[in-house]
């Protein structure tokens, strides 16, 4: 790790010694001794404590005798005391040497406090957002959006080369009679100035006819066939309604702060299919029920079969899923693939990574579906079927609206309202998104989204808002070199040991693709800060004080913002 925690390996170092001295044939290293180390929950516990139980074999020793020893032998400056309690070596660092060592690493190096290269030289593939062509883009599609955004943001901030895939969903009867419904009903105008909204329309106008003219559907069919033979009409309307709705996405997309390298979607894959079917076939794998063609499971992974031809010879998801994945390999040599999908899916992926499994390739494992829960709005599930349907773009409008609102009547005299009014509200939206673990179900709703004094997106800005306040006033003033000694306070020591824990927060974030773990740390930064901040008076102390208290909010802004951005927020400076 680069600009990371210096200190716990420092510590874990010296560990390393006093084991080394204190028993024979020990081969223990820091790096050895770091991993074990744990941050106790509890300040009085401690900053860093040492489980002696996994030394206990090795070493032919109780744990209790193993710390009672260690704590004989360990000496550096920047320990105060330890203490042994049951099995743990507790160590109490020297709180002035603490902060400055904090500080100063945070300060090295602006924006990176947490950042490292354990990801150089290797690929990971996000498949994220995956729309939808010619439809509108709604509240469900804002996690695995978010998600997947803040899991490329994380894995870039770990080294990694990403590649960013939104797999359109672009295929199907529907384009058919879609293209039927605009042949008939529609005119090129409408369309562009309506957008996909427009093409619903068409969509809709078409299955309200089909009920009185059940030979639309044969129509429909007819252009669907049309696009899968590549006939030039069929194709050149198919490719403006893409472009049609990429465009209109591309606006929530802006908002959202959200983009993506590829676009390859499953027309994408149509002539990639053969091959991987031709590969089953020829590897035995592929049996014939009832004219289809499926995969069958060994009995112990207690899965259904697997379709992957229907009888009439027809293509499935999970054709293209599996054709998409060998693409990718092949073409971006991933490490890891992560998709991020609903769990209502879960079967789905568990199916096809097992078939590329049994068809011999042992990068199956490195394929990985990112599940989350399903999200509802203000207590009412959405269906699209029965029309209760929350669009994205107009819930982002509203978000940006209700901010404004809040902000006129708290900051009247603020300089750049609308501007912060998009910050705030687009943050509150994702924060509400991802500051529960992804896999639980979330219900938007307004009056927490839009806290100033919750866990929310605003209060975390709010936050980063005064420590640049705070900073302004500094600004004016010519302060000494810091008195490190000012920040041996609890609030002070809290905040550091925040930003202590920070790069550990994002490496287990990438390790169990959990953009909520930083969200949480981040809130926990804001709210040590808040805490400090009503304490201490910051710049009304004895100049090297002050100083120090200002080098560790600078320190606290630039880590939040770090935050944010990691989970795909701005960082307003005033608010």
Known sequence: RTESMDMKLKVAEYIAQAAQQSFENCALTGNDVSAMIETPPDKKMGDY???????????????????????????????DHVEVVGGYLNVFLRRGGLARDIVEAVLKNPGRWGSSEIGKGKTVCLDYSSINIAKRFHI??????????????????????????NHLGDWGTQFGKMICAYKKWGNREEVEKGGVQAMVDLYVRFHHEAEQHPELEDEGRAWFKKIEDGDQEAMEIFTWFKEVTLKDTQRVYDLLGVSFDSYAGE????????????????????????????????????????????????????TRDL???????????????LYVVAYQQDLHFRQWFKVLELMGYDWAKDCVHVAFGMISYEGQSLSTRKGYVVYLEDLLEQAQQKALAIIEEKSPNLPNKAEVA?????????????SNNRIKDIDFSWERALNFDGETGPYVQYTHARCCSVLRKAAEMS????????????????CLRKLGRFPDVIQEAADKY??????????????????????????????????????????????????????????????
């Open 140 to 165: 469900g599609h804002l996690s695995t959006t978010m998600i997947g955004n803040s899991l490329k943001r994380i894995y870039d901030f770990n080294g990694y080369t990403t590649v960013g895939i």
């Open 267 to 318: 027309s994408f894959y149509n002539d990639k299919m053969q091959p991987v079917v031709d590969e089953l076939r020829a590897k035995g794998l592929l049996e014939v029920d009832q004219g289809a063609s499926v995969v069958r499971f060994p009995e112990e992974d207690h899965l259904m079969p697997c379709l992957i031809l229907r009888s009439d010879g027809a293509t499935l998801y999970i």
């Open 479 to 494: 302060l000494p070199d810091p008195d490190w000694n000012a920040l041996t306070d609890d609030e002070a020591q809290d």
């Open 49 to 79: 404590a040492l489980p002696c139980f996994r030394l206990s074999k090795t070493m032919r020793c109780a744990p209790q005798m193993i710390a009672g020893k260690l704590a004989e032998k360990i000496a550096c400056e920047e320990i």
């Open 514 to 575: 959990e953009p909520s773990m930083i969200t949480r740390a981040v809130t926990d930064l804001a709210q040590a800060y808040n805490k400090f901040y009503y304490e201490h008076r910051i710049l009304d102390d004895d100049p090297a004080a002050a100083a120090a208290r200002v080098a560790l909010t600078r320190a606290m802004k630039n880590v939040i913002k770090t935050g944010l951005y990691l989970i795909g927020i701005e960082a307003p400076e005033r608010m």
């Open 422 to 434: 998009r910050q705030v509200g687009i943050g509150a939206v994702v924060y509400a998104d991802l």
């Open 323 to 337: 054709a998409a994945a060998f693409y990718r390999h092949n073409t971006y040599h991933f490490d890891k693939c």
